[in-house]
């Protein structure tokens, strides 16, 4: 090799090194952005279903308060006097 391809080798190189610190910083980036979206959906995920849980439990006390009966087919509530079910038609016991 001559003289003059010395440094372009050099070069090469460098950029070589260069590039592949910048795809290591940018793949690190995108771990920490999966990592934390994970962590957000986990903690969205056990807030959203203690809230329904305490929906559930809500409805349920309702319900029994007011006498509702839940109609076998569609799950709708239904006044204690109906005889059918006001969404899906349904004979109610």
């Excluded at 290591?24 to 995920?45: M, V």
């Excluded at 007011?66 to 109906?82: E, F, I, T």
């Amino acid at each position: 090799m001559t003289a003059k391809h010395d440094p372009e080798l050099a070069e090469v190189q460098r950029l070589e090194a260069s590039l592949c610190e910048m795809e290591a910083a940018l793949n690190e980036h995108y771990r920490d952005i999966g990592k934390s979206l994970l962590e957000f959906a986990e903690k969205e995920d056990r807030e959203i279903n203690q809230l329904v849980d305490q929906i559930i439990e809500t409805r349920r006390q309702l319900t029994a308060l007011q006498g509702q009966v839940r109609c076998p087919a569609c799950l709708a509530y239904n006044d204690p006097v109906s005889r059918y079910c006001s969404r899906c038609g349904a004979k109610l016991q």
